[in-house]
């Protein structure tokens, strides 16, 4: 069996950045608190709590005084830092620069577009901590959207501003763009109403261009071995991708759950992993399956 790594795979930019701030952090000054699990994936959670992260909730964030907080990736509604400076928190910020930005353009899109009655749409998961940061620029105000079903809750027949979380998918993106324009369109057909539509691509491409590598991937392996956590919603997007092309791809948190029958003697096998997987676990699963067949990692 020949056995290889996905280079394209592992953190991206804001989850390394992250990590890092916290390394250091712990370093520096011993135990940090962590507002939500720094990364959706649990062996990476537990590796880090080990060295003194702990990982506390909303709830339990109200309680802390005179402390240090990190701030993950995905950044964190206003309410978040209005606490913090009423309880004396010092918030270690590691929000992704793209996250951040983001939350910038929708805090102006719905300055602007609040004046003339009009809806902020976000294209994200409800309950996601970016989609919450997010939200939070619009006083919770903006319709959280997952699938076309949920389109019902648009009035077309007002303004529409469309942003997305930063890790949906770019395609299921454009057909949300395009199936608003299709309603809006019907709405408004021979009424003197032209209540605008901007949709706004906000997805982050380093993320978003790993469908067409997971693509590319997957097809030149005969085995994909993918390897994330199970709350990852990029994750569960990219095995998908593997098994859109490949239908001997497996799930995997770890190397416990490899399944040597998976396997034949004179297989191509391809390890992968989402945005929120380490190289170190990718690295793991690979050595497993070389000393099942003992053969080399590329």
Known sequence: MEITIDNKAGYCFGVEYAIQMAEQEMEDNGQLYCLGDIVHNSMEVERLNKKGLQII???????????????RAHGEPPETYKLAIENNIELVDASCPVVLKL????????????????QIVIYGKKGHAE???LNGQTNN?????????????????????????TTKSTKGF???????EKRQQEAINGKDNTAEFVANDSICRQVSNREPQMDKFSQENDVIVFVSGKKSSNG???????????SRSY????????????????????????????MWLMQNV????RDLSCEPVK
């Open 57 to 71: 909730d909303r709830d339990e964030l109200k309680q802390l005084r005179n402390c240090k907080v990190l701030i």
């Open 131 to 133: 989609v919450i940061g």
């Open 251 to 278: 799930f995997i948190e770890n190397e416990s759950e490899v399944n040597p029958s998976w396997f034949n003697p004179n297989d191509k096998i391809g390890i992968s992993g989402a945005t929120s997987t380490p």
């Open 174 to 180: 454009y057909e949300i763009k395009a199936e608003i």
């Open 286 to 289: 690979a050595d497993y399956i």
């Open 141 to 165: 105000s903006a319709i959280v959207i997952s699938s076309k079903e949920d389109l019902d809750q648009l009035d077309y027949t007002k303004p529409i501003t469309l942003f997305s979380q």
């Open 103 to 118: 939350q910038n353009r929708v805090k102006h899109a719905f300055d602007r577009i609040s004046d003339i009655e009009g």
């Open 236 to 246: 569960k997007s990219l095995f998908n991708v593997c098994l859109r092309n490949n």
